[in-house]
C-alpha cells in the first residue's frame, strides 16, 4: 500500500451463497483494503459452503470483517435447540440441507462469535439497523430505523433490504442489491462513496428481479 493512501473499507451486501460473485467482487476490491461483509453471507444461494469457506478465509487472512445477520442468527438458534424443534426450523434452511447437519454444527461455534457491528470514522455497519426504543442492533428491523434514525452513530450502511442498487435514505446506506435474486453484489466504500458491483447469481426465473423487489424499495 502506498504510504500517502489511507486504508479504506468496503461493505458488502447480503452474499446470501453466490460464491462465484464474492469472489469476483473481492478480486476487483484494492488487496490492501479490510472488506465487512455485512451479514447474510449464508442461505438462498446455490453456492452456500463455497461462500462460507470463502468468506470466513478472508476474516481469517485478516483482510474482512464477517458480521451477523438475521440468517446466520436463525440458524444458531436452531442449532442451539438440539431437539425436534430445531428439526422443524431446520427443514427449510437451505445451508442445514446444502451442508448437513455435522458440517453445520462445526460452524455453529464461528457464527455464535460474529460480531453485530463494525465502526469506521464517521459511519458504522450492521445488517438491518437499530431498535430505535434500545438503539441496540436489531436484525430484521426495516421502516421503523429508517424512519427513526437521528445521526447519532454518523452515516449506517445496511444490508438485509434487497434493491436493484446501492441506495441512500438520509444518513442510511443501503447495499444489499439482490445477488441471490439475479441482481448485482455490491460493496460501498464509506470513506470515498465508491461503489464496485459484480453480476450476482443469474437464472432464469429470476428475470422479474425489479418488479419482485418495487414493494422492498424505501
Known amino acids: 500500500m502506498s504510504p500517502s493512501r489511507a486504508c479504506h473499507h468496503w461493505v458488502i451486501g447480503d452474499v446470501h451463497g453466490c460464491a462465484d460473485a464474492l ?61 425436534w424443534r430445531a428439526h422443524r426450523a431446520l427443514a427449510g434452511c437451505d445451508t442445514y440441507r446444502q451442508l448437513g447437519d455435522r458440517h453445520c454444527r462445526m460452524w455453529q461455534e464461528r457464527l455464535e462469535q460474529l460480531p453485530r457491528t463494525y465502526a469506521g470514522e464517521g459511519w458504522l455497519a450492521t445488517h438491518a439497523g437499530f431498535n430505535p426504543d434500545t438503539w441496540e442492533p436489531d ?3 426495516r421502516m421503523p430505523f429508517w424512519q427513526a434514525y437521528d445521526g447519532r452513530f454518523g452515516e449506517v450502511v445496511i444490508g438485509h433490504t434487497p434493491g436493484p442498487q446501492v441506495r441512500r435514505l438520509g444518513q442510511i446506506v443501503m447495499v444489499d442489491t439482490g445477488a441471490c435474486y439475479g441482481g448485482d453484489l455490491s460493496a460501498y466504500c464509506p470513506e470515498t462513496g465508491a461503489i464496485l458491483a459484480v453480476a450476482g447469481q443469474q437464472e432464469p426465473q429470476l428475470t422479474s428481479f425489479t418488479k419482485q423487489l418495487a414493494g422492498c424499495l424505501p
Open 23 to 83: 469472489e469476483r467482487l473481492v478480486a476487483r476490491l484494492p488487496a490492501d483494503d479490510r472488506l465487512v461483509l455485512c451479514g447474510d453471507v449464508i442461505n438462498r444461494g446455490p453456492q452456500i459452503r463455497r461462500t462460507m469457506e470463502l468468506a470466513w478465509s478472508l476474516v481469517s487472512s485478516g483482510r474482512a470483517i464477517w458480521l451477523m445477520g438475521n440468517h446466520e442468527a436463525d440458524l444458531v438458534a436452531a442449532l442451539r435447540q438440539g431437539d
Open 139 to 141: 436484525l430484521s428491523i
